[in-house]
């Protein structure tokens, strides 16, 4: 697997599997109805530095980004998005990725970086703990779950 930083081009190859997962409405609390063009600045806006991972064949399997969380002061600390192609979960690219943004956000000076709604009933909260988060905090009722009904959207924080 191959993970690189994402050209403007590879956007056309995020959308789809982006979209799909954030009108699935269980895992991102971003709008369900999020337009391409909006989802396009949310992603790959100038703040952030993006990134994709990619097979043998040159399938995107997913991608994610880091930013800083906070301005000023407190822009040491780090933010970051990760989704997978759905079509190809179960293969490693999120931990892959999770460890490559992690090694580039501390490359690029972060000293932490915070993840600030992570649904609780999201797989991913496993992923996220083993790669050394915590969850500082859980917001009660937060999230409109279309099958769980309302859940914690959790604040999760990993030292860099």
Known sequence: MLIREATPEDWARIWPFWHRIVAAADTYAWDPDTSEEDARALWMGPAKRVFVAEDEAGSVLGSAYVTPNYGGPAA?????????????????????????????????????????????????????????????GTVPRAFEHPRHGLVGLHIMYRDL
Do not use: C, K, Q
Request: proline share 3%.
């Open 76 to 136: 040491g600390i780090a933010n970051a998005g990760f989704m997978v192609d759905p079509d190809h979960a179960g293969r490693g690219a999120g931990r892959a990725l999770g460890e490559h943004v992690l090694a580039a956000a501390r490359a690029d000076g972060y000293r932490g970086m915070v993840f600030n709604a992570v649904v609780e009933t999201n797989p991913a909260v496993g992923l996220w703990t083993s790669l050394g988060f915590t969850v500082l």
